[in-house]
């Protein structure tokens, strides 16, 4: 079967998606979350493209881009291939680290941008990972409502904020409650929670990701530690269509507590 042709864009906006491969999480620790960041900023580098906004998750990564004149897949691949290489070499393992090729969507119209860019920010709080995109660290939220500190010159946001309002505080502020506006927006991205309904399933992708992490697999372990057994109920409840009921069952505790951890 052909591969269907990439859509292209007029303006040359494009928001792009990049998931691991097997829905493995590529990007679990802070440093690997770094190094794909670096990864951006020496394509960047090479080759000139504006960077709107960014959202790394643990197994996908959402970018906003402007290519200019520059070519597409030219600027994916290279940021891709260098952080295979790192993470084959961390990992100590061959084979491919992305699944397929990168997903993209062209943004033709300044609504659409925003909205792509409301989007990308609100992935963690979507993903139930937490209750508001400011209290995501690897998003490219901060450099919005505080570029003074946390705006980097990588991070074009100033075009964004632009499009909102001519005063910078202004446009900051309607960008924050633009951010947190509910709004049912479709845009490319993955089934997150893959259809795992059943306790088995569950156990299964549990160990699989522990086992990414070099924590330690068994239930009890995780019973018995506060700071695992919250990161498997976030996990869990981020990745699977599991209830709290039977979360708290595979886990072995009480429903209270997965009831009472903030995502």
């Known amino acids: 079967m052909t591969r269907r042709a990439r859509e292209m864009a007029e303006t040359g906006v494009y928001h792009i998606m990049l998931r691991g491969n097997e829905r493995k999480s590529i990007l679990a620790s802070d440093g690997e979350k770094q190094f794909f960041l670096d990864c951006i900023r020496g394509k960047q580098n090479e080759t000139n493209f504006s960077l709107y906004a960014y959202c790394l998750m643990d197994n996908h990564v ?36 992305f699944q397929d090729r990168f997903k993209s969507e062209p943004i033709e119209d300044e609504r659409y941008l925003l909205a792509a860019v409301r989007y990308i920010h609100n992935n963690p709080v979507k993903a139930g990972m937490v209750s508001n995109p400011e209290d995501y660290r690897w998003s490219s939220y901060w450099a919005y409502i505080q570029p003074e500190l946390f705006g980097e010159e990588w991070i074009d946001s100033a075009s964004i904020l632009g499009i909102i309002a001519l005063d910078r505080k202004s446009a900051i502020e309607e960008f924050i409650r633009f951010s947190k ?76 507590i997965v009831e009472k951890v903030k995502l």
């Open 62 to 97: 959402h970018l906003l881009i402007n290519i200019q004149d520059n070519e597409l897949a030219s600027i994916m691949k290279g940021i891709a291939t260098r952080y295979a290489f790192f993470y084959n070499n961390r990992h100590n393992r061959v084979g491919h680290v």
């Open 181 to 256: 506006d509910v709004v049912e927006e479709t845009f490319i991205d993955i089934e997150e929670k893959s259809g795992i309904k059943t306790l088995d399933e569950g156990g299964c992708i549990l160990r699989e990701y522990l086992k990414q992490e070099g924590l330690p697999i068994t239930i009890k372990e995780i019973k018995e530690n506060q700071e695992l057994r919250q990161k498997a109920i976030v996990f869990l409840r981020a990745n699977t269509q599991l209830s709290q009921r039977k979360i708290a069952i595979l886990l072995g505790i009480d429903k209270s």
